[in-house]
């Protein structure tokens, strides 16, 4: 989920693809400053919740991991 409000600058995965714990999932811009979001486990990804340059609200879900 988004930790703040913000726009997606970039989304750094697939769906399907095996991300690790700590690995760069997206980049949000908040306040003028890039935030990189990181996966918190070990895991394949499921769904991806949103779209380059959307404008997203705080807890909106991002991407989906099982």
Do not use: C, D
């Not at 697939?14 to 908040?30: D, F, K, N, P, S």
């Not at 959307?54 to 989906?64: A, F």
């Amino acid at each position: 989920k988004a930790p703040m409000p913000g726009k997606v600058l970039s989304i750094e995965v697939e769906e399907g693809y095996q991300v690790q714990e700590g690995e760069t999932i997206l980049v949000l811009e908040a306040m003028k400053m890039e935030n990189e979001i990181k996966a918190p486990i070990q895991g394949r990804v499921k769904t991806i919740q949103v779209e380059l340059g959307q404008t997203i609200e705080k807890q909106t879900l991002l991407v989906e991991l099982e």
